[in-house]
């Protein structure tokens, strides 16, 4: 009674923190993208709901969201010792059910003419991610030749740039990569690989960058890809060289990680990337 009379004295402040917000900035240009926080802070209860915005169209469709919710639902469930997250969305905004979904937030129903856009109260589904749904953070290691089983299975499973001979590269191709041409990393997500990457020092060429289909956009790719570079340029100033297959995800990523298209490879396109370009970025 005595706790009940004090938040009645207070406010309603006593139990609910209205906002915790971020705003991403894009690294060109320095300017802020869009928001993404919590609102709804019950502390008490240790739960909160979380929303996010991305300003324009141009930076939609390009895994910004997944990045940026990757580091705001850590700090949530870290930071701020949430439990349980929550999400409302629009019943037509298929892209924000998407991502919600490659998070682990499960459907849990329908809140009826819940939300009013443009004179319209509209339905929002409600979903929810518990602490102990979320991924763990994205570990990086380096590749051993026992996860080579691994690696080939991400390898036929990925849809773009797929293998449709599995013969065209072996497990022999994997063994001297790692040990005789250069060295590899593993991406792992609740202590399962979701992608890998590795590097021909001696062909000065990224032969394999990875990731497992269900854990595309969750930044295992960028992860890999940077945890690799670093390390190459550290061994050698020499320019390293990759190909991918033009319009693809691939393509866009290289891009806008700096990398300079030069030519064709066969049929993919190739890229190079300088040790100036890499560190300056």
Known sequence: MKKQKSRQ???????????????????????????????????????????????????????????????????????????????????YNTASIKTLEKFGFKYEGLLREHYLVDGIHEDSPIYSLLRHEFPRTIQVREATLQDIDAMSVIRLSVKENPLNNPDLVTRRDYEDYLTSYGKGWVAEVDGKIAGFAIVGLQQKNIWALFVDPSHEKAGVGRKLHDTLMDWYFTQTDEDVWLSTDPQTRAAKFYRRKGWRESGMHGNELKFIMSALDWRTR
């Open 9 to 91: 004295a207070c406010g309603l402040i006593t139990f609910n923190k209205s906002f915790v917000n971020f705003y991403p900035v894009d690294k060109s240009s320095g300017k802020v993208i869009g928001w993404c926080g919590y609102h709804t802070w019950y502390t008490e209860h240790n739960r909160a709901e979380i929303g996010y915005y991305l300003n324009a169209e141009e930076h939609k469709r390009k895994g910004y969201m997944s990045e940026i919710l990757q580091a705001v639902l850590t700090y949530g469930f870290n930071q701020m010792n949430l439990h349980r997250v929550e999400a409302l969305t629009a019943t």
